[in-house]
């Protein structure tokens, strides 16, 4: 049985994918600098291998009897070209059928961010290709900022009254693994994936405090403001700061307030909205 390359197993996109796959009776080799960690998740269901895209000596032993691969690139890797060797080595190979790139929500009309030329470099290789673009992920709610409504019951963000069109890690995972297990339907194609509706932080909040039983509040903070307490307060790596404070620039000019039928077409339903998220995931901002 030919088998699928998961890289980011460890995180929320790559880790639903796996899972879903695994449920898909695929093969699948979940690759990370950290297979112990991996070894720990997903114990027998998948093969687990030292992976990491800085390093190509890596790359042959996680790709023997792969013919699919799922490209999740590392947060801490800002410039595109981190992502080329990798990209160099799929080309090289006669058996890839598809390589399935996590995007972003409009990235094909932005070169700003890396993930528009990593998309290029894809596409130049000439390797089949299914490029994902989300909208922002509910979890980073309930990941890099849940310390903040944790501890202080606030959200804190950049965006001021800009809407987002949040969706669900767990239905870009699911989407991913139908991708992946039906690739020849889907080569060649870019998918822009939304959750149903579009809404502020201040309705966020509202909506975290009905489902959480207390008064969670929006902080409006300035863009210079949140980038200075992320790096020199939370201690957040520098080049992670950067992308997401650009990403939040984005998104303060309007960039994630598009609604798209994406998720369905691929899917044949809806995806999840934002207070089923808050109400699967309560336990993650309890003080």
């Not at 890289?7 to 879903?20: D, F, K, M």
């Not at 699919?68 to 801490?76: A, E, L, Q, S």
Request: proline fraction near 7%; aromatic fraction near 10%.
């Amino acid at each position: 049985m030919s088998k699928i390359l998961v890289t980011g197993a460890l995180g929320n996109v790559g880790g639903y994918a796996a899972e879903q796959l695994i449920k898909n009776k695929e093969a699948v080799v979940c690759g990370d600098i950290d297979p112990s960690a991996l070894k720990q998740r997903y114990q027998d269901k998948a093969d687990c291998v030292y992976f990491d895209f800085t390093a190509p000596a890596t790359f042959s032993e996680a790709l023997k009897g792969v013919d699919r691969v799922f490209i999740m690139r590392p947060p801490h890797l800002g410039k595109p070209q981190d992502l080329q060797p990798f990209i160099d080595f799929l080309k090289s190979s006669d058996q890839i059928r598809l390589t399935v790139f996590l995007s972003l929500l409009g990235v094909e009309k932005n070169p700003i961010p890396p993930h528009h030329k990593i998309e290029k470099f894809i596409e130049a290789a000439g390797l089949p290709y299914c490029h994902i673009r989300p909208s922002f992920f509910m979890q980073n709610l309930s990941g890099v900022h849940a310390f903040e409504i944790k501890h202080f019951d606030r959200i804190l963000v950049p965006v001021k009254n800009a809407v987002t069109s949040f969706i669900d890690a767990q239905d870009i995972g699911e989407l991913i693994a139908t991708v992946l297990s039906n690739p020849t339907a889907h080569q060649n194609t870019a998918y822009s994936v939304t959750g149903p509706a579009a809404i502020n932080y201040q309705e966020a909040a509202r909506i975290m405090t009905e489902e959480l039983g207390r008064p969670i509040a929006y902080a409006d903070p300035s863009p210079t403001f949140a980038k200075k307490y992320w790096q020199q307060v939370r201690g957040l790596d520098k080049s992670y700061v950067t992308v997401m404070s650009m990403l939040y620039l984005m998104t303060r000019m309007g960039g994630a307030k598009q609604v798209t039928r994406g998720f369905h077409e691929v899917m044949g339903r809806e995806p999840r909205t934002f207070r089923e998220f808050v109400k699967n995931n309560r336990a993650a901002w309890q003080p």
